[in-house]
């Protein structure tokens, strides 16, 4: 089995430590740091994701490959995180309130690092209040809202009505995403952008913030 099967294997498993070591060894053999975010990471998220689905593994086994997940992130992150030297901007970004998913956004933090931003992650659960009182207090350019669960999206409309409400829509740019948002749910609720991956993110979100300050 190759290294990076290896890595799918253990986190499907939940075998963070394993993940952890064998990410490291994928490094310091040269191997393509999104090669291994790709193909070993996500891709064993994916079967995990697949097999939630289908009820033949459960939450806790889908916990701890998260937690797998995540260590392996940890070791990645410098390699994917290559930052320019003038920040580009300021981002406040977290997961809606009532939704505990994180990986997603972790990966969209780590792009948005890698394109220079400055990052002031809320993380889970986070209330709409929150991101504006955030937004105000580190003077951001753009507030960042994911969301993995249908029930928990409308949080991400009651952010960008309390950002009206208080006439501070058009100061900051709204970009949202996560599995189940899409371009049209983005429209229906006045964001700016929606974006459906972390890649895209950062890229949109420079762009965004570069295309407001010209
Ligand atoms: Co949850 N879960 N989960 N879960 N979970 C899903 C989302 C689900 C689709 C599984 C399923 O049934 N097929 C389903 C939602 C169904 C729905 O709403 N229609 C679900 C459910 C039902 C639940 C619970 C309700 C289960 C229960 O308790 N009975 C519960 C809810 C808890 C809560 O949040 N209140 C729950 C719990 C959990 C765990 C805690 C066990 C764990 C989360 C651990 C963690 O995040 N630390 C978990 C996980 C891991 C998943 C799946 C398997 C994987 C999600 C993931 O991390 N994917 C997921 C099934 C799936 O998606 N296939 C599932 C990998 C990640 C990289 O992708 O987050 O989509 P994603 O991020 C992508 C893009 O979406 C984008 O960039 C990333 C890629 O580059 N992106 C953005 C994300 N945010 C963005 C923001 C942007 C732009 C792009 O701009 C701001």
Known sequence: MGLIQEISEYLQKGRAKNVKALVQQALDENMDPKEILNDGLLAGMMVIGTKFKNNEVFVPEVLVAARAMNAGLAILEPKLVEVGNEPVG??????V????????KNLVVMMLKGAGFEIHDLGVDVEPAVYVEKAEE???DIICMSALLTTTMPNMQNCIDLLKEKNLRDKYIVMVGGAPVNDSFAQQIGADYYTPDAA????TAKEAVLKKRA
């Open 90 to 95: 300021k981002a406040v970004i977290g997961t």
């Open 97 to 104: 309130k009532g939704d505990l998913h994180d990986i997603g």
């Open 138 to 140: 580190v003077g951001a």
């Open 200 to 203: 895209t993110a950062a890229e």
